[in-house]
């Protein structure tokens, strides 16, 4: 099982939409839990599972002008980070991939970012597919894709 999620258009705290932030919290924090709440008893029961989901790096990193995604996404990697916990007694697997800027429709029309130096799509498909790949003994816990070149245009 993969979850990712989106981001609000307003994350300005002094002017920014509560009600658009607290949808932004129901698809990127609540949505993960209640998908593990409904996959997680059969996986169970079967002895073993993977679920995978898509945090940020903004979940680990703090920056101004994101607080709203920021938390949702801290929110996310504190639940991955415990349901770990939780669920490696039953032979699940629990991971969060915490990419930096992703070529999707999220943030390709910023006029600062630069796609082609972006971490594509295929590339955090592929890094999902991790937990499957190692043996039983062995499970990334969290799975950080920062961009090799900046993506932002003018940066130094």
Known sequence: M????VAAEKQDILTGDPDEWE?????????????????????????????????????????????PYASSKWGVRGWVLSTYEELRKHGINTMVI???????????????????????????????LLPLHLGPNATPLELTLKCVLRPYKGAA
């Open 23 to 67: 949808s932004m919290l129901a698809i990127n924090t609540l949505a993960p839990m209640r998908l593990t709440r409904a996959f997680a008893p059969a996986m169970a029961k079967r002895g073993r599972g993977a679920i995978v989901t898509v945090g940020s790096l903004a979940g680990t990193f703090a920056s101004a002008g994101s607080a």
């Open 2 to 5: 993969i979850v990712s999620g």
């Open 98 to 128: 915490e990419p930096g800027f992703v070529a999707t429709d999220m943030v390709v029309h910023n006029e600062r970012l630069v796609p082609d130096k972006m971490i594509k799509p295929e590339d955090v498909a592929e890094a999902a």
